[in-house]
C-alpha cells in the first residue's frame, strides 16, 4: 500500500522512513471522548515469512508534545500463509496496545475493533484489486 494510506481514526500521517523493507510513520490519533493519542510506528516487512511486524519506537524526529498522549506501546504483525493450492492466502493480523492515560476498557477497545474493520475491509479491497485479471 502506499505510505498516505491510513486508519479512519489517524488525523495526521507523516512518513518518516521509506525503504524497501522498513517505513517508519509518526501519526496522530483522534477519539471521540479522549485527547489526541501520538506515536512513532516502525514497520518491517519479512519476505522470507510473508510478514509484516510493527512496534512503537522513539524517534527524536517527534518528541512526545503538550496537549497530546504518547502512546505507550503497540506491536504487532500481519502474516500470511497459502491455503489450499496456493490460489487463497489466510492472513492473520495480531495487534497489542496500551491507548496510554486513563481510558476505559471500553471505549478502547470500540476504536481497536472499528480500526481493525476498516483495515481488512482495505486490505480485501487491495487484494481483490491484484487478482483482477489485466488487459
Known sequence: GTPQERSPSV????VLQNDADTRIYYEVAAAPLVSPRDYVLQVTRHPADHAL?????NDARRPPKD???RIPRIFGSSVATAVGDGTRSRVV???FSETGGNVPAWIARGGQRDNM???IKTLRAKLAARSAPRP
Not at 53 to 57: A, D, G, V
Request: positive net charge; glycine residues 6%; hydrophobic residues 45%.
Open 11 to 14: 488525523s495526521v500521517r507523516e
Open 53 to 57: 511486524r510493527f512496534t512503537t519506537i
Open 67 to 69: 496537549g497530546t498522549v
Open 93 to 95: 493480523h495480531t495487534v
Open 117 to 119: 474493520v476498516a483495515f
